[in-house]
T-cell receptor, first 111, second 115 residues
Framework: GQQVMQIPQYQHVQEGEDFTTYCNSSTTLSNIQWYKQRPGGHPVFLIQLVKSGEVKKQKRLTFQFGEAKKNSSLHITATQTTDVGTYFCAVVPYNNNDMRFGAGTRLTVKP | GAGVSQSPSNKVTEKGKDVELRCDPISGHTALYWYRQSLGQGLEFLIYFQGNSAPDKSGLPSDRFSAERTGGSVSTLTIQRTQQEDSAVYLC?????????????FGPGTRLTVL
């Protein structure tokens, strides 16, 4: 069956440092979505990537979809304490609409 | 506009009792999902409803868990004979019709504690 792996599982950074989380799928994807869950909150949609090699930016966040449409990354430049939370990728295989969430990367930021 | 709402926000129950958790999706969203999230863990898919189609129950962990969706809108997740390992946050999400690949909008969740 389809495998979704997110790495790292945890990341602790000093405020101002950069952060990257990776999402890897065993199958080719039609699209990938990223969600953020603040501590005590619920997942909130951030962005969707559809095209091979696509790069999208939201302020300090940069999202990238791999050329083979099997992996993606989320990069945060100069982290702030407001970036704290768990970042989930959600993958949709090209041959069905069965969206599955990764296990998430939990980011903590030390002020 | 109104988002996904869930009730109750917190539920404490004794082992062996039944509980019902409610989800009101965003108006016009035909797809509805239930997830379970244990403390510090990821999202565990439970069940998916899409319009009038038969629900995908493949994620339900045991026959103590069931869910209904009446009139294509409100959904109720029922856990019978609760066990301590059922303690978790139960999240509901909804999305527009058209398949499970669409953006999901989550409710605030119900935190269930089984004593």
């Amino acid at each position: 069956g389809q495998q979704v792996m997110q790495i790292p599982q945890y990341q602790h950074v000093q405020e101002g440092e950069d952060f990257t989380t990776y999402c890897n799928s065993s199958t080719t994807l039609s699209n990938i979505q990223w969600y953020k869950q603040r501590p005590g909150g619920h997942p909130v949609f951030l962005i969707q990537l559809v095209k091979s090699g696509e790069v999208k930016k939201q302020k300090r966040l940069t999202f990238q979809f791999g050329e083979a449409k099997k992996n993606s990354s989320l990069h945060i430049t100069a982290t702030q304490t407001t970036d704290v939370g768990t970042y989930f990728c959600a993958v949709v295989p090209y041959n069905n609409n069965d969206m599955r969430f990764g296990a998430g990367t939990r980011l903590t930021v030390k002020p | 506009g109104a988002g996904v709402s869930q009730s109750p926000s917190n539920k404490v129950t004794e082992k062996g009792k039944d509980v019902e958790l409610r989800c009101d999706p965003i108006s016009g969203h035909t797809a509805l999902y239930w997830y379970r999230q244990s403390l510090g863990q990821g999202l565990e898919f439970l069940i998916y409803f899409q319009g009038n189609s038969a629900p995908d129950k493949s994620g339900l962990p045991s026959d103590r868990f069931s869910a209904e969706r009446t009139g294509g809108s409100v959904s109720t997740l029922t856990i019978q004979r609760t066990q301590q390992e059922d303690s978790a946050v139960y999240l509901c999400a909804s999305s527009l019709e058209g398949g499970r690949g669409l953006t999901q909008y989550f409710g605030p969740g119900t935190r269930l504690t089984v004593l």
